[in-house]
C-alpha cells in the first residue's frame, strides 16, 4: 500500500506461501534469518528487513508524496502515534487471530486461546482510542494522510478475520475512516 502510495513502478512482487512454509527455507532465511516478511531486496544486492524500515528507506529514496512526515517534529508525532497502533492495536489483533484462529494453527504453535481471546479484549480498547481520534481529525496523525493511516487499516482489516467490524462496535468515526481509506487505489491493490 505505501508503494502504492508512492507510486512507485518497477519493484518486482515475489510471493512467499506462509502456509507452504516457504518462509522457513534455508533460502528465504539467507534474506531475512528471522523468517518473516516482508523483505526488500536492493539495488546492491543487499535485503531490508522489517515494513517500517522499508517504509523509511523507500521514503528518503522516493520524498514525494511524503507519507512520513516533513520535518523532524512532523515525523516524530507520526512516528509516535504510528508505533502506537503497531503495538497497542495491531499488535493485540495479530496475538488474538494468531492464538484463536485455525488458519494459523501451523505459524503459531502452541495456540493459546485464552491469550488469544484476551488479546481480542484489548484490542477493542484500542479501537475505541483511535474511534475517538477521529472526532478532531479526518485522518490517524491530523488533516493528511500518512503511514499511520496504512498502518491503521491493515490492521483493521485484518481484524475481519476475528469477525471485528467498527459497526458493529458503535465506532462510528472509525468506520467512516476505514471507508474513506479503502475508497483509495493503494487499498486496492
Ligand atoms: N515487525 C515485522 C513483522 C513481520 C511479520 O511478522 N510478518 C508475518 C506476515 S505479516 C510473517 O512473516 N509471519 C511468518 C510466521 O509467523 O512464521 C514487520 O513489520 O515487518
Do not use: E, R
Given at each position: 500500500m505505501f508503494i502504492a502510495e508512492k507510486g512507485i513502478a518497477g519493484i518486482e512482487r515475489v510471493s512467499v506461501d506462509l502456509t507452504a512454509g516457504e518462509h522457513l527455507t534455508e533460502r528465504f532465511r539467507a534474506l531475512n534469518p528471522l523468517a518473516r516478511i516482508p523483505v526488500l531486496e536492493l539495488d546492491d544486492g543487499r535485503y531490508l528487513a522489517e515494513s517500517r524500515a522499508i517504509c523509511s528507506f523507500l521514503e528518503a529514496r522516493y520524498?514525494?508524496?511524503?507519507?512520513?512526515?516533513?520535518n523532524g517534529e512532523e515525523r516524530a508525532f507520526i512516528e509516535m502515534i504510528d508505533r502506537q497502533i503497531e503495538f497497542h492495536l495491531l499488535g493485540s489483533i495479530t496475538a488474538c487471530v494468531r492464538h484463536?484462529?485455525?488458519?494459523?494453527a501451523a505459524l503459531e504453535s502452541p495456540q493459546f486461546a485464552d491469550h488469544g481471546l484476551a488479546q481480542g479484549q484489548k484490542m477493542k480498547k484500542a479501537a475505541q482510542w483511535l474511534d475517538r481520534q477521529f472526532e478532531e481529525q479526518q485522518y490517524v496523525a491530523g488533516p493528511r494522510f500518512t503511514i499511520a493511516d496504512i498502518t491503521g487499516y491493515c490492521a483493521i482489516e485484518f481484524a475481519r478475520l476475528i469477525k471485528f467490524r467498527p459497526e458493529d462496535e458503535g465506532l462510528s468515526h472509525l468506520a467512516a475512516w476505514r471507508d474513506r481509506v479503502s475508497g483509495r487505489s493503494s487499498a486496492r491493490v
Open positions: 520524498p514525494d508524496p511524503n507519507l512520513m512526515g516533513a484463536t484462529h485455525p488458519a494459523f
